[in-house]
């Protein structure tokens, strides 16, 4: 991987943990994402996770991304993003960006119990999966990581 | 199962099957769901497949079920709940059936081949995933799956 790609990715994944930093500042499970376009590298939907706050138990951040991507493009795919999410996407949301036919996945901190990708349930491996986006782990993962520590360590 | 009970899950099978015949006239893929109230027998949520008219990949029945019952308590889980819907649900749909507690998921026709939970996929075999609401199969089967076929005979 290029240097220069890399440190994109890093810029990238900041605005992804501010959008993690707002949901923790709202007392939601601090998750944050935003979709980029794959060629431009323009931001173009940003969400945080806002399950609490919308009573609504699928509203994790890469799924408000995507809706409100696809509503803005009259879309139900959208093969020319790359979503940067703190934390490896759940199996709702795994499978979502799956048939919206996401270009990439560029995830901060792994969820190697209850992930869709990296847990056992590795979701993308099934052959039924059709579309499966590529993968990038470990961007920022130390500080995506400390954040959700954090909220958790304060409701024990 | 009681034949009372029974009936009464044909009922509700057909009023999901209205559904799905409403997203079929409006050239959605024809799925229908709703929600009942597992003591009253109370139809609190209904909705067809609507990912085209909403331009939305996660617009399946049963999401927009949950999001709308969710919304209306003001909660994320819903407990009290049973769903029926007319094909099984996608891997998406059951995650998302999981974490909003649902007390069971009753559905008509099965599918082996992409589904969810009869599939190889088979999400609520694995341990991670924390609730399981209970399944019910078969309900009203040739008439939801004949529905689907004609559909997709049609757009060959």
Redo the contacts between chains.
């Keep these: 991987m290029p240097v220069s790609m890399c440190n994109k990715d890093i810029l990238y994944m900041r605005t992804a943990l501010e959008e993690a930093k707002l949901a923790f500042d709202h007392d939601e499970v601090p998750i944050g994402a935003i979709l980029v376009h794959k060629d431009t590298g323009d931001i173009v939907s940003r969400a945080s996770n806002k ?2 706050e ?5 509203a994790h951040a890469e ?1 408000l991304c ?2 409100q991507l ?2 803005t ?5 959208i093969p020319d993003y790359n979503l940067y999410v703190t934390l490896e996407p ?3 949301c795994a ?2 960006l799956s ?2 036919r996401l270009n990439k996945i560029i995830f901060g901190a792994s969820d190697l ?2 992930g ?1 990708l990296t ?3 590795a ?1 993308y491996e ?1 052959p ?2 059709h579309h499966k986006p590529d993968l990038v782990s470990g961007i920022l993962e130390e500080e995506c990581r400390t954040l959700l520590q954090k909220f958790f360590q304060q409701k024990r």
Tied chains: 1, 2.
């Design positions: 399950t609490i919308m009573s609504d138990p699928t799924i995507v809706r696809c509503k493009l009259k879309v139900q795919r759940c199996p709702m499978a979502a048939y919206a119990k209850s869709g847990s056992d349930i979701l099934y039924q999966i």
